[in-house]
């Protein structure tokens, strides 16, 4: 598999559908707290999401 050169061997691709509607603000909110999660509770920077 193919790792960008500045990732580290954790990296992770993750893909949201949202349905329409839905604010930025609010997007980028749950980006903000998913990756926050992922990195509290598996231990996976947020570079290498």
Same mark, same amino acid.
């Given at each position: 598999?193919?790792?960008?050169?500045? +990732?580290?061997?954790?990296?992770?691709?993750?893909? %949201?559908?949202?349905?329409? #509607?839905?604010? @930025?603000?609010?997007?980028? +909110?749950?980006?903000?707290?998913?990756?926050?999660? %992922?990195?509290?509770?598996? #231990?996976?920077? @947020?570079?290498?999401?």
């Amino acid at each position: 598999m193919f790792f960008p050169m500045d +990732r580290s061997e954790a990296f992770d691709i993750i893909g %949201i559908t949202m349905m329409a #509607g839905c604010s @930025s603000e609010t997007k980028k +909110r749950l980006i903000t707290l998913l990756f926050e999660q %992922i990195q509290k509770e598996v #231990g996976i920077q @947020s570079d290498d999401i």
